[in-house]
């Protein structure tokens, strides 16, 4: 399928509006068929969502990957799951962070879909982030004690 009257990122056939699944639509961002609408809402991870909040938020920069790469002189063609993984961990924490800013995120679709655990992810980054939080009281503490046996 293609979009044949020149609109930008449809699937489907003759749409003219822009961002449409399905065909004949006029309106941007449908997925269906006939519509001359642009819908204030889409389905995000299952749920009704506003479009606008989606569209604005900050996505990670790991959800754009490519399925092929060149290793080696030669093009290599990687599973759509290994594609996904193997992005995301290429990516900064701060860049995997930002999965969780996606509206109506769910961490078990997003497993699903990509293979990711973020749970896991999630947990072991908050563990190291309560240690490191520990550390700096720690620290604190002990200037406190040094100023203290400083004034004795």
Same mark, same amino acid.
């Not at 479009?51 to 569209?55: D, G, K, L, M, S």
């Given at each position: 399928m293609t979009d044949s009257v020149g609109s930008? &990122?449809?699937s489907g056939y003759s749409n003219s &509006?822009?961002?449409n699944s399905g065909n004949w639509n +006029?309106?941007?961002c449908n997925s269906g068929h006939f519509n001359t609408d642009t819908p204030k809402t889409i389905r995000v991870f299952g749920k009704e969502t506003d479009?606008?909040?989606?569209?604005s938020c900050d996505?990670?920069? $790991? =959800?754009?990957?490519? =399925?092929?790469?060149?290793i080696d002189g030669r093009l290599v063609t990687k599973e759509y799951k290994e594609a $996904?993984?193997? +992005?995301?961990?290429k990516a900064t924490q701060e860049d995997r962070d930002k999965i969780f800013n996606i509206p109506n995120f769910d961490a078990d679709m997003f497993f699903e879909i990509s293979g990711i655990d973020v749970r896991r992810d999630n947990e072991a980054e908050l563990k190291k982030k309560q240690i490191h939080d520990s550390i700096k009281e720690l620290e604190a503490k002990v200037q406190e004690l040094k100023q203290q046996a400083g004034e004795l």
């Open positions: 930008k &990122g449809n &509006g822009d961002w +006029s309106g941007n479009r606008e909040a989606y569209i996505k990670p920069d $790991f =959800l754009y990957f490519n =399925l092929t790469e060149v $996904f993984k193997d +992005s995301y961990e």
